[in-house]
């Protein structure tokens, strides 16, 4: 009997460089399938996301009334229950249909970043050895990026940044996982993408890097550099801002580590933990009574 196939999951926020980390997994020989979205004005390099995972994410999001800018959290006990019934089945077929014939499968979609308790036991079921790469940017550009393509305020893109990575954090817990950070990875692609080998056990193609780093990359497309004005003084009016970057002061370091030791650490286990409950304390004393 073959050996199960394994998997790569590229999780992230929105506009958070999940589409270049995704490309970059080629550079390591892992495939993305031939059935991908094509590339939009937004993202004009393309998305690298697997149209078939992207349609069925987002029915399951509508299916719990839901969109990727619903701040709430899905219903992990729902979650759950669909993933024991025929939506778990439909994901288990379009699993075994994405991998097979393949070593090393990608996949990349940011809504999966929030139904991981449905993907969960639908992965355990595959067989498929799941390893997470999880795609960190300052929650700023994330924000200001939302602002100019959705025409989101800053602290609705603050508020969604630190649901998803919450989301992140908690579902992916007791899997391989590893942090990599999207401005380092256009600064430094060679370094950054050596490293995500060395944590999945796959050496770098010299010439797939070139093409990557040379031909893919544009530095031009970061139209955001986060300033020390925006990560101080301003948060003092933006709660959910302040939120968002005492988690990204937590994870940044992850991103030098060769694995992912911190992010299994308790210390970010009780961060997590108490953002969550302070994001449910706001959210209550909010008007719209939003929960992240």
């Given at each position: 009997m073959n050996a199960p196939g394994r998997l790569v999951l590229v999780l992230g926020m929105h506009r958070s460089g999940t589409s270049a980390l995704a490309r970059g997994l080629r550079v390591l020989g892992i495939a993305l399938g031939d059935d991908l979205l094509p590339a939009h004005p937004c993202n004009p390099k393309g998305f690298?996301?697997?149209?078939g995972l992207y349609t069925f994410n987002k029915a399951l999001l509508t299916r719990l009334n839901l969109t990727w800018q619903s701040p709430e959290a899905p219903d992990a006990k729902v979650l759950h229950t669909l993933a024991a019934g025929p939506p778990g089945v439909?994901?288990?077929?379009?699993l075994r249909e994405k991998s097979a014939g393949q070593a090393v499968l990608g996949l990349k979609d940011p809504r999966m970043s929030r139904l991981l308790p449905f993907?969960?036991?639908?992965?355990?079921?595959?067989?498929?050895?799941a390893h997470c790469v999880i795609s960190l940017r300052h929650p700023d550009s994330v924000a200001h990026s939302l602002r100019q393509r959705d025409r989101l305020d800053p602290e609705t893109g603050h508020m969604l940044w630190l649901a998803h990575m919450l989301d992140i954090l908690e579902g992916s817990a007791g899997?391989?996982?590893l942090l990599a950070d999207y401005d380092l990875l256009l600064r430094e692609p060679g370094r950054q993408l050596r490293r995500l080998g060395h944590f999945l056990g796959l050496p770098v193609d010299a010439t797939e890097l070139a093409v990557f780093a040379d031909d893919f990359l544009d530095p031009k497309l970061r139209h955001h550099k986060p300033t020390d004005?925006?990560?101080d003084g301003e948060k003092r009016n933006a709660p959910w801002a302040a939120l968002a970057t005492r988690l990204h002061a937590a994870l940044r370091p992850a991103a030098d580590e060769a694995d992912g030791r911190l992010l299994?650490?308790?210390r970010l286990a009780r961060l997590t933990a108490n953002l969550r409950r302070e994001a449910a304390a706001m959210a209550h004393a909010s008007p719209s009574g939003v929960r992240p």
């Open positions: 690298f996301e697997d149209a439909a994901a288990l077929d379009l993907w969960r036991p639908v992965l355990t079921a595959s067989g498929l050895r899997l391989p996982r004005a925006e990560s299994d650490s308790p």
